[in-house]
T-cell receptor, first 111, second 114 residues
Framework: RKEVEQDPGPFNVPEGATVAFNCTYS??????FFWYRQDCRKEPKLLMS???SGNEDGRFTAQLNRASQYISLLIRDSKLSDSATYLC????????????FGKGTSLLVTP | SAVISQKPSRDICQRGTSLTIQCQVD?????MFWYRQQPGQSLTLIAT?????????ESGFVIDKFPISRPNLTFSTLTVSNLSPEDSSIYLC???????????FGPGTRLTVL
């Protein structure tokens, strides 16, 4: 079983829609969780950290469910510019702060 | 967040040769990492670049193939040795912000091996 798994999509949604991505992780000792956004042929850019109590940043909401070992990302009122690949990342145990990444979920927002 | 640059941004190399990639950060950072992203895949950690000591490699990656230097807190190099077409990939350095636990990535180096 891979350490971090995501549904690769693609998710095709119209502008204004709400879309949610899930990511599961295998190591229950994981402590740090992140969502990154990666545009085509670009480096990953941090979208948001995921905190135990859940956190929101504008149209983006991240949640952590430790019991079920998954994190989620909700995007409300999708914009065309949200089209990208969204990568889930979880810290690697015993590797300091290095990260394990999921394969990413592709989102396409259409007019 | 730290500003990270990588050189070269891309290269095309012949098999059997080596490529050294440089990563420069505009501030001192404790932790630097090197990742690989193969076509259509996610990022895989190669190693943690330790300042003043040998890098810590992940399973499947060895020093002979991926020697790393970290002479100071703002700079690191990754060499990909004895290149084969399977090494064609994007190589990214990342840094962990001081005092926090988030990582930021350099723009990447796109390597094609013929």
């Amino acid at each position: 079983r891979k350490e971090v798994e995501q549904d690769p999509g693609p998710f095709n949604v119209p502008e204004g829609a709400t879309v949610a991505f899930n990511c599961t992780y295998s190591n229950s000792a994981s402590q740090s969780f992140f969502w990154y956004r990666q545009d085509c042929r670009k480096e990953p850019k941090l979208l948001m950290s995921v905190y135990s109590s859940g956190n929101e940043d504008g149209r983006f909401t991240a949640q952590l469910n430790r019991a079920s070992q998954y994190i989620s990302l909700l995007i409300r009122d999708s914009k065309l510019s949200d089209s990208a690949t969204y990568l889930c990342a979880v810290n690697i145990i015993n590797s300091g702060y290095a990260l394990n990444f999921g394969k990413g979920t592709s989102l396409l927002v259409t007019p | 967040s730290a500003v990270i640059s990588q050189k070269p941004s891309r290269d095309i190399c012949q098999r059997g040769t080596s490529l050294t990639i440089q990563c420069q950060v505009d501030s001192q950072v404790t932790m630097m990492f090197w990742y690989r992203q193969q076509p259509g895949q996610s990022l895989t950690l190669i190693a943690t670049a330790n300042q003043g000591s040998e890098a810590t490699y992940e399973s499947g990656f060895v020093i002979d193939k991926f020697p790393i230097s970290r002479p100071n807190l703002t700079f690191s190099t990754l060499t990909v040795s004895n290149l084969s077409p399977e090494d064609s990939s994007i190589y990214l350095c990342s840094v962990k912000e001081t005092g926090g636990n988030t990582q930021y990535f350099g723009p990447g180096t796109r390597l094609t091996v013929l």
